[in-house]
C-alpha cells in the first residue's frame, strides 16, 4: 500500500483501491478515488472542491452524522463496526479533552481501517482519548500540531502508549505547528516504533 500525506491531514492510500481521508486543498481534477472518508465537518477536512477534483462515477463517500444532510453513500457514529463493499473499518470518537474546538458530542469521527490485512487508523482531530487509546491498529496517522489537537509531546505519550507498529505524524506545517515538529516527535517516540515523516 502507497502511502501520502498530501498536506496537513489529508491522507490518500493507493493499492488494489484508492482512499482518500479529509482530501483537502487538492487543485489538480485527478478522479482517482474509490473511497473518500471524511472526519468532520471543518473547512480543512470536509473541503466540497477537493472531493470533487478527486471523485468519479463510482467513487463512495463515507461522512460523520454532522454531514449527514449532504449526498453520501454511508452516515457513521462513533465507536461502531461498519463495512462498505469488502472493506471493513471501525470508527473511533475524535475530540478534544480540555478545549472547545472538537466537541465530543459532535460525534466526529476517527477510522480504524482494514486494507489487505493492516490496520491504518487514522484520527482526525483528537486529544488522546479513552476511546482512541482502546484501539488496536498497525499504523497510525496522529496530529502533532497543537491548538486545535495533541501537541508534539502529548502525541509522542499517546503513541508510546498506543504502540502501532508505524507512526505517521500529519496536522502540521501548515494551519497550526511548524515543520520541525516532525523530527521532535519521531525523536522521542519509543525506537521500536517506526515514525514515518510524509510532510517534509
Known amino acids: 500500500m502507497k502511502i501520502e500525506v498530501i498536506h496537513h491531514a489529508s491522507i490518500k492510500l493507493s493499492g488494489d483501491k484508492v482512499i482518500y481521508f479529509d482530501p483537502y ?17 471543518h473547512y480543512d477536512h470536509y473541503d466540497p ?5 478527486i471523485s468519479k462515477e463510482t467513487t463512495k463517500l463515507i ?5 449527514k444532510d449532504i449526498k453520501s453513500d454511508l452516515v457513521v457514529s462513533p465507536n461502531q463496526k461498519y463495512k462498505i463493499d469488502d472493506i471493513s473499518f471501525e ?22 481501517i482494514l486494507l489487505n490485512g493492516v490496520y491504518y487508523y487514522i484520527m482526525g482531530d483528537s486529544d488522546r482519548t479513552p476511546e482512541s487509546l482502546k484501539v488496536k491498529t498497525d499504523i497510525c496517522f496522529v496530529p502533532i500540531g497543537g491548538t ?8 509522542v505519550d499517546f503513541i508510546n502508549e498506543l504502540k502501532p507498529e508505524i507512526a505517521i505524524p500529519v496536522h502540521y506545517g501548515m ?20 515514525v514515518e515523516i510524509k510532510i517534509k
Do not use: R
Not at 26 to 41: L, N
Not at 49 to 53: A, F
Not at 63 to 67: A, G, H, K, S
Not at 148 to 155: G, H, I, L, S
Open 148 to 155: 486545535y489537537t495533541m501537541n508534539v509531546t502529548e502525541a
Open 63 to 67: 461522512v460523520p452524522e454532522c454531514l
Open 175 to 194: 494551519i497550526t505547528g511548524s515543520l520541525d515538529l516532525a523530527e521532535e516527535f519521531k525523536n522521542n517516540v519509543n525506537k521500536e516504533i517506526d
Open 91 to 112: 470508527t473511533v470518537s475524535s475530540y478534544n479533552i480540555d478545549k472547545n474546538f472538537h466537541q465530543k458530542e459532535k460525534n466526529y469521527i476517527g477510522y480504524n
Open 49 to 53: 472542491d477537493s472531493i470533487k477534483n
Open 25 to 41: 486543498l487538492i487543485k489538480d481534477q485527478v478522479h482517482d478515488s474509490d473511497y473518500i472518508f471524511i472526519t468532520h465537518d
